[in-house]
């Protein structure tokens, strides 16, 4: 037998081999692409769908020509929604009704409360039902204008361009993680208009194995992959995320960037709610070390902790309420969804301690 003979079986074996996982990858493709398209929860065909198949109803953020980007006024998910101005409220009118007095809470994903998957249970809706239903304001009407991941650069931009529109009587500023992230940054990238941490709006690419429906599916399930959020459209590389900073002595970058940016951002807040005749008032951010994440790490706790101290120089050097929230909303595991962010029975808590504050120092007026 010459070798051309001996070699000729074995390239017929080849041939159908391939040909046969060919062919089960392809009947694998259209059956992973059934099922995510027709069987699957939707939570779970959200998780493992590419970010660009989703519809603008499941988009929570677009982008926004000098927010960055914004709550999306086409978002429903289940009970979580955005009205037609981009906050997490039923309808409201931007012309504030005679005799509304009208609340606004400011601040990133712990005001917008990411992970209470029910408008109804989030810290502002459920201020509103006690303030009306505990203390007798019914006027009063609380808009949350929290933005999962802003900072005081967007919050500061999103009180000046959307918030004054909607004539809020009271704003309440809640700024606390965001900011901390904020300092993690190359120390030559740490400057006034948040360089370090923040680039323009860029829809990530996506790695060319996401393209396939199974391979996707698998890569997110082994942790290769995951569901883009919106830290990859706008996040640049001079940033240390929350585990990778780890590595850059944190303590040190905190001593190289203070909390400078975050003392002007809060000052300019106060100052623009003052020439627009709205009182406005700042609170300490709350957290739990208890949750096993990075809010339970000495370097984010001393940035939690050093940024606190600033909202509250800032607030009573401007002779502006101030609510230390932090030295009273419990740390017991039973609030929180993680070390940052408050669970349903949290929200409600919040709701009540803010409720209190507010009606014993009358700042709500009848």
């Known amino acids: 037998?010459?070798?051309?003979?001996?070699?000729?079986?074995?390239?017929?074996?080849?041939?159908?081999?391939?040909?046969?996982?060919?062919?089960?990858?392809?009947?694998?493709?259209?059956?992973?692409?059934?099922?995510?398209?027709?069987?699957?929860?939707?939570d779970v065909s959200l998780e493992y769908s590419l970010y660009t198949y989703l519809s603008p109803?499941?988009?929570?953020?677009?982008?926004?020509?000098?927010?960055?980007?914004?709550?999306?006024?086409?978002?429903?998910?289940?009970?979580?929604?955005?009205?037609?101005?981009?906050?997490?409220?039923?309808?409201?009118?931007?012309?504030?009704?005679?005799?509304?007095?009208r609340i606004v809470l400011l601040g990133g994903s712990t005001t917008y409360n990411i992970g209470i998957n029910d408008n109804d249970k989030t810290w502002a809706a459920q201020l509103e039902r006690i303030l009306r239903d505990k203390y007798g304001y019914k006027?009063?009407?609380?808009?949350?204008?929290?933005?999962?991941?802003?900072?005081?650069?967007?919050?500061?931009?999103?009180?000046?361009?959307?918030?004054?529109?909607?004539?809020?009587?009271?704003?309440?500023?809640?700024?606390?993680?965001?900011?901390?992230?904020?300092?993690?940054?190359?120390?030559a990238s740490y400057r006034g208009d948040d360089a370090g941490r923040r680039k323009q709006w860029d829809p990530p690419s996506i790695f060319f194995l996401e393209h396939s429906a199974l391979f996707r599916v698998i890569l997110r399930k082994l942790g290769v992959t995951q569901q883009v959020g919106i830290g990859n459209f706008i996040t640049p590389k001079t940033a240390y995320g929350p585990v990778s900073v780890a590595k850059h002595d944190p303590m040190g970058l905190l001593e190289k960037n203070p909390p400078v940016y975050f003392r002007r951002n809060l000052n300019n807040m106060a100052a623009i709610a003052k020439a627009n005749g709205v009182e406005i008032m700042f609170s300490t951010w709350a957290y739990s070390p208890y949750l096993d994440d990075y809010a339970s790490t000495p370097y984010y706790q001393k940035g939690f902790d050093e940024n606190n101290e600033v909202v509250k120089e800032v607030a009573l050097g401007s002779g502006i309420p101030f609510f230390d929230f932090a030295s009273v909303m419990p740390k017991d595991k039973k609030y929180w969804r993680d070390g940052r962010h408050v669970n349903a029975l949290g929200a409600e808590k919040m709701a009540e301690l803010f409720a209190e504050y507010l009606n014993d120092n009358g700042l709500i007026k009848q």
């Not at 070798?3 to 391939?18: D, I, M, N, Q, R």
């Not at 429903?76 to 981009?86: A, E």
């Not at 704003?171 to 606390?176: A, L, N, S």
């Open 1 to 42: 037998m010459n070798k051309a003979e001996s070699t000729g079986p074995f390239k017929k074996k080849l041939y159908l081999v391939l040909v046969s996982v060919f062919f089960t990858l392809v009947i694998l493709e259209i059956a992973t692409r059934i099922w995510l398209g027709f069987i699957a929860p939707e």
């Open 57 to 101: 109803d499941n988009q929570r953020y677009i982008r926004h020509h000098y927010l960055n980007y914004y709550p999306n006024p086409e978002y429903r998910r289940g009970k979580t929604s955005h009205n037609s101005l981009g906050y997490r409220n039923d309808e409201f009118p931007a012309k504030k009704p005679e005799g509304v007095f």
């Open 139 to 187: 006027n009063v009407q609380v808009i949350n204008a929290g933005v999962g991941g802003y900072n005081s650069w967007e919050t500061l931009i999103n009180l000046e361009f959307r918030v004054l529109d909607i004539d809020p009587d009271l704003i309440i500023e809640y700024e606390g993680t965001n900011d901390v992230h904020a300092r993690f940054v190359d120390p």
